[in-house]
Structure formats: structure tokens, C-alpha cells
Nanobody, 114 residues
Framework: QVQLVESGGGSVQPGGSLNVSCAVP????????MSWYRQAPGNQREWLAS???????DYKRTVQGRFTISRDNAKNTIDLQMNSLHPEDTAVYYC????????WGQGTQVTVSS
């Protein structure tokens, strides 16, 4: 079973920044196009951003310009830099493949509140 491990969440004030990271097994990192997702209480899980194996990027419109997805080839991680955070960004953040065909990790909680 593939293990994805998300980390880096926390609590910030509106307008603040956080970087969340997803540790990916090396073979998965090399072979899969990856995405970040989030799920807020009472809401369905939503897609946020994707990065393919060549580094091509795609973003949900509501986060484009604020969030940046990237790959760290030295660490085999998929990172999400989040700037100008809003209270509506409060959610548990997850990574998975673009097809969501990997086992979900525990996620990392991001809370944006004054």
C-alpha cells in the first residue's frame, strides 16, 4: 500500500503563508503526476493544483496566483506554497495522484483565523 505523508500544516492569520509538503515513495514520485486536494468540514474534497512529471502546472482558479505547487527531486516531495491565505482556505490538505488512485494519507490541517 502506497503511503503518502502530508506535513507542514498549522494555524495562521488571514494574509499569512504556509508551505505544506507531501512525502512520496520514490517509485511513485518518478511515475505519477501528482495533485494537492483539500477538504473543509461539511464539504467534499476538492482539487487545488497539479504538477506532472515534466513539471507542467495546473491550478484551480480560486487559488491561482496564491498557491504554488512544486516538486523537490532531492526529497521526493510534492510541495504547496500557500500565500495570502483566507479563512475559507481552512481545511485538511491532502496529496494524491491526479487520478486519485493512491491510498489517501492522513492529511495536514490548515487553519486560517484571526
Amino acid at each position: 500500500q502506497v503511503q503518502l505523508v502530508e506535513s507542514g500544516g498549522g494555524s495562521v492569520q488571514p494574509g499569512g503563508s504556509l508551505n505544506v509538503s507531501c512525502a512520496v515513495p520514490e517509485d511513485i514520485y518518478r511515475e505519477y503526476d501528482m495533485s494537492w486536494y483539500r477538504q473543509a468540514p461539511g464539504n467534499q474534497r476538492e482539487w487545488l493544483a497539479s504538477i506532472d512529471r515534466r513539471g507542467r502546472l495546473d491550478y484551480k482558479r480560486t487559488v491561482q496566483g496564491r498557491f504554488t505547487i512544486s516538486r523537490d527531486n532531492a526529497k521526493n516531495t510534492i510541495d504547496l506554497q500557500m500565500n495570502s491565505l483566507h479563512p475559507e482556505d481552512t481545511a485538511v490538505y491532502y496529496c494524491n495522484s491526479v487520478l486519485m488512485d493512491l491510498s489517501w494519507g492522513q492529511g495536514t490541517q490548515v487553519t486560517v483565523s484571526s
